[in-house]
């Protein structure tokens, strides 16, 4: 769902003009949780989780994702597009509400989805440490990372139909892994000024979150979930 694939010119943008453009990025990152949660929030609260489950689930979620940002893209020059983006985080959080639901159903639910976002953030500072001490050009990544993306959906929807705890398992460390590194791709992308529009910058990184995060919930769920 992320535009990754692009040709990055590194160092295009005076040192300031680059701070302010990670500055703006982790300032929207950080306002689009609060959508995310109110979204999650509701979903759980409303029932409306198990009404987007399976197959038609799926269908809502992707065709949802890429209007979305359609649109963030065609209004990523003005400040509409960081309205539309906050609309694409809230819509996000009710597509999360149903995994949500389902590990709160857990005896020790409420701390699994407290140990994910704690992780979630500890990959994110990780993956932000290391995209300011590296030097070199990580440009290179992107495609094999795509590669990855594409793997990991076409075995995602193989394993709706299929139902496999193991393949779920699978794809979630996978899929950690995957957007972990592109986490530290985007980031560094950003920092070093390949990336020029700071709602562009956000999106990405947003979509990295949300993957690492529903990765790691999954995990937990199938590995730390204590029945009732």
């Known amino acids: ?39 999650a929030w509701v979903g759980v609260a409303t029932g409306i989780s198990y009404a987007i489950s399976g197959v038609m689930g799926m269908i809502l979620m992707v065709a949802g994702a890429f209007g979305f940002i359609y649109a963030i893209e065609r209004t990523k020059e003005s400040a509409t597009g960081v309205y539309v983006l906050l609309g694409f985080t809230f819509f ?11 590990v709160l159903g857990f005896k020790n639910g409420s701390e699994l989805v407290m140990t994910a976002f704690a992780g979630t953030a500890g990959v994110f500072f990780v993956m932000a440490s290391l995209a300011t001490v590296i030097k070199r050009d990580l440009s290179g990544m992107g495609k094999w990372l795509m590669v990855g993306a594409v793997v990991l959906m076409v075995g ?10 193991a393949g779920m398992m699978v794809i979630s460390m996978l899929s950690m892994a995957i957007f972990s590194a592109f986490m530290l791709y985007d980031l560094k992308q950003v920092m070093d000024g390949g990336e020029t529009n700071y709602i562009s910058a956000t999106l990405t990184l947003y979509l990295d979150i949300i993957n690492v995060f529903q990765s790691l919930l999954s995990l937990l769920g199938i590995f730390g979930g204590e029945r009732e």
């Not at 995602?156 to 139902?163: C, E, H, L, Y």
């Open 1 to 39: 769902m992320n535009e990754h694939i692009q040709t990055v010119d590194y160092y295009v943008l005076p040192a300031q003009e680059r701070n302010r453009v990670v500055r703006n990025t982790y300032w929207l990152l950080a306002l689009s949780m609060l959508p995310t949660v109110l979204g």
């Open 92 to 102: 996000m959080g009710l597509m999360l509400s149903r995994m949500i639901a389902m």
């Open 156 to 165: 995602s929807i193989i394993n709706v139909f299929v139902g496999s705890s």
